[in-house]
């Protein structure tokens, strides 16, 4: 049986001046999906990736997620939708330094009206799930980046999202701490029922997706 579509994209363009970067791309993923968009550096895989989850507008072209035409938001009705609905994880991992590492997963529950210990609760549970309860109050740089990238996972998973997007969330890890991230990825995918959608220009690690979206130019080839 097929999966509810929680995620398309129609005809999408993007262009910076006379560069097109991502070109009359249509795609759509399933609720509880796991797919990867591959291809080299360069080929406009994370480009697709911000304008399939909000955080960049497209040229011409319309995404629709989880029922929403988020094309035509504005700024502040994104930035809610995004809150409410959507994880990301990043290469750099993006944690804030001056922050312990449950502050860095409960950052995103702070527009949210919630009782401070609540959303320490929250944070927490996420963290021991991720095997980081003894690193609750550890700032970044005690952190090792398999740590960090914990943290970060951790962190998109706060408001219980749909759909989770990563950035090639190994790239800055050795192979084994790449593997422990990828087992803790199909893990949320198998057993929480997440939607994501990873790019990663590393073949290997895109046979733990359903399916292999492939980039190349900017466009979609298989």
């Known amino acids: 049986m097929s999966k509810e579509t929680i995620l ?11 560069l097109e970067v991502v070109r009359n791309v249509s795609l759509s993923i399933g609720a509880g999906e796991f797919v990867c968009l591959v291809g080299k550096s360069g080929c406009g895989k994370t480009t697709l990736l911000s304008i399939l989850s909000g955080l960049e507008k497209p040229t011409s072209g319309q995404v629709m997620l989880d029922g929403k035409n988020i094309t035509e938001a504005t700024e502040d009705e994104l930035a809610l939708f995004r809150r409410d609905n959507v ?33 320490r609760r929250r944070a927490s549970e996420l963290l ?3 095997e980081l309860g003894h690193r609750l109050e550890h700032l970044p740089a005690a952190l090792s980046g398999g740590e960090k990238q914990r943290v970060a996972i951790a962190r998109a998973l706060i408001n219980k999202p749909k759909v989770l997007f990563a950035d090639e969330p190994t790239g800055n890890l050795d192979s084994a701490t790449g593997d422990a991230i990828m087992e803790i990825l199909k893990n949320l ?7 994501i959608l990873m790019v990663t220009h590393e073949v290997e690690l895109s046979k733990a997706a359903d399916r292999i979206i492939r980039m190349h130019d900017g466009e979609v080839i298989a």
């Open 189 to 195: 995918h198998t057993e929480e029922g997440v939607a």
């Open 87 to 119: 994880g990301f994880i990043f290469q750099s991992f993006n944690l804030i330094p001056t922050l312990s590492a449950w502050e860095n997963v409960a950052l995103p529950l702070f527009p949210v009206k919630m009782a401070g210990d609540e959303r």
């Open 128 to 130: 021991e799930k991720m």
């Open 8 to 18: 398309s994209g129609t005809d999408l363009i993007k262009r910076y001046g006379s």
